[in-house]
């Protein structure tokens, strides 16, 4: 399976943005979907998850402003992101981990938020 993340662009601060990642097989063989972002000269953090029972988790630094959501006719996942600041900067990769414990990660797509 591979994953393709589209979505990111240059937007102003207090835009929304919603981000797509689409997998090249069924959504329904992964039990975790997520997405990580990384600026510049940082780790790669977790800004969303949500398992196939359907439990979400967002950090504090995000949680109201993004959610995220799945499409399992699609084979799709989304990242809706509200309220953006500049520190949303990065690129933002979508993350899924199978039933069997594999991962994968798509190509990351770019996220700009000017002030």
């Known amino acids: 399976v591979q994953l393709q993340a589209s979505g990111g662009g240059l937007v102003q601060a207090g835009d929304s943005l919603k981000l797509s990642c689409a997998a090249s097989g069924s959504i329904f063989a992964f039990n975790l979907m997520a997405w990580y972002r990384q600026a510049p000269g940082t780790q790669r953090d977790l800004v969303a998850s949500i398992t196939s029972g359907g439990s979400a988790y967002s950090p504090d630094s995000v949680k109201g402003r993004f959610t995220i959501s799945r499409d399992y006719a699609g084979n799709m996942f989304y990242l809706q992101m509200r309220s953006l600041e500049p520190e949303d900067t990065a690129v933002y990769y979508c993350?899924?981990?199978?039933?069997?414990?594999?991962?994968?990660w798509g190509q990351g797509t770019l996220v700009t938020v000017s002030s």
């Open positions: 993350y899924a981990r199978s039933s069997t414990g594999s991962i994968f």
